[in-house]
């Protein structure tokens, strides 16, 4: 029988040792600040797809309207193009991740970083990262239709479902970068390293949520601020409320791209048992769970 030593933590403490390895991240990012270009780039293309997207769904209500007869073939086709949209925009957001976890890999193994050759090789990885997209793509429209189907208790369990997935597929896009493998192998990769070196402080590492919740505040309060000036300073009013508007997308690239950084630390040490520069030994394998034979 396997026995499991598991580290019994606070959330307090969870937090504070995910903020500190974040902290760690942050100074890989701030050497390395065009990596951010590639979550903005990944960003203006689904902003793009979904413009595109869009239009003719509008205009199809509107001809659904007009034309009632037409209603049902058009749900038909608007399934399958909501299936499409889920996989052209999954695609887009993995195959920018994954040359962000290309650059961050060069980094951590000492290569120099380039932008071009990060999305050139993540070009040549088009194949996985399609075959991962349609794969996620029919995970998000499986759990979509419970979820409608099924009311309250449906939609509780497909959250869970949701996280359950999430877990499992947590290091799926630095196995697909770093090994090539497909997407069914990468899934099947990422669990078994799920599997050997983590337990529940899983969710130590998964508080980038909580995280953006406490550094949004500052935008928060500064957007209330700047609607209680409206009377009295109109124009600083909308600079500052417009710049808190800003913030919150702003802090969500920084945090993504920490995230990526994270994701492949820790895949390297799931894989490797590699210690990377700059990240303190402690602080990883107390976000590890040790598994004994």
């Given at each position: 029988?396997?026995?499991?030593?598991?580290?019994?933590?606070?959330?307090?403490q969870r937090v504070a040792r995910t903020q500190a390895i974040m902290s760690a991240a942050w100074q890989l990012l701030k050497e390395q600040k065009q990596l951010l270009l590639l979550p903005i780039a990944s960003s203006a293309c689904l902003l793009i797809l979904t413009a595109t997207w869009a239009i003719p769904v509008v205009l199809g209500s509107f001809i659904d309207a007009a034309w009632p007869d037409a209603v049902r073939q058009s749900e038909s086709l608007s399934s399958v193009g909501v299936f499409l949209f889920y996989v052209v925009s999954y695609g887009i957001g993995i195959f920018f991740n994954a040359a962000l976890a290309i650059c961050v890999l060069r980094k951590l193994e000492g290569r120099p970083v380039s932008m071009l050759a990060a999305l050139r090789e993540a070009v040549t990885l088009l194949p996985q990262i399609l075959g991962w997209a349609v794969l996620s793509a029919t995970v998000g429209v499986i759990l979509r239709?419970?979820?409608?189907?099924?009311?309250?208790?449906?939609?509780?369990?497909?959250?869970?479902?949701?996280?359950?997935w999430t877990v499992v597929t947590?290091?799926?896009v630095p196995v697909l970068v770093a090994e090539r493998?497909?997407?069914?192998?990468?899934?099947?990769?990422?669990?078994?390293?799920?599997?050997r070196t983590w337990g529940e402080d899983l969710l130590a590492g998964m508080g980038f949520g909580a995280l953006y919740f406490l550094w949004a505040i500052p935008g928060v309060l500064a957007f209330v601020i700047g609607a209680a000036m409206i009377a009295s300073h109109l124009v600083i009013a909308i600079i500052v409320?417009?710049?808190?508007?800003?913030?919150?997308?702003?802090?969500?690239?920084?945090?993504?791209t920490l995230s990526t950084i994270f994701d492949v630390v820790l895949y390297r040490y799931a894989k490797l048992g590699t210690i990377t520069p700059g990240f303190d030994r402690d602080l990883l394998e107390s976000s590890f769970v040790t598994k004994r034979a």
């Open positions: 029988m396997g026995m499991i030593q598991r580290t019994q933590a606070t959330w307090t239709a419970i979820e409608r189907r099924s009311g309250f208790i449906g939609g509780v369990v497909t959250s869970m479902l949701g996280l359950a947590f290091l799926v493998k497909g997407p069914l192998d990468a899934v099947r990769e990422s669990a078994q390293l799920l599997r409320m417009v710049l808190a508007i800003l913030y919150f997308p702003l802090l969500g690239l920084v945090l993504s």
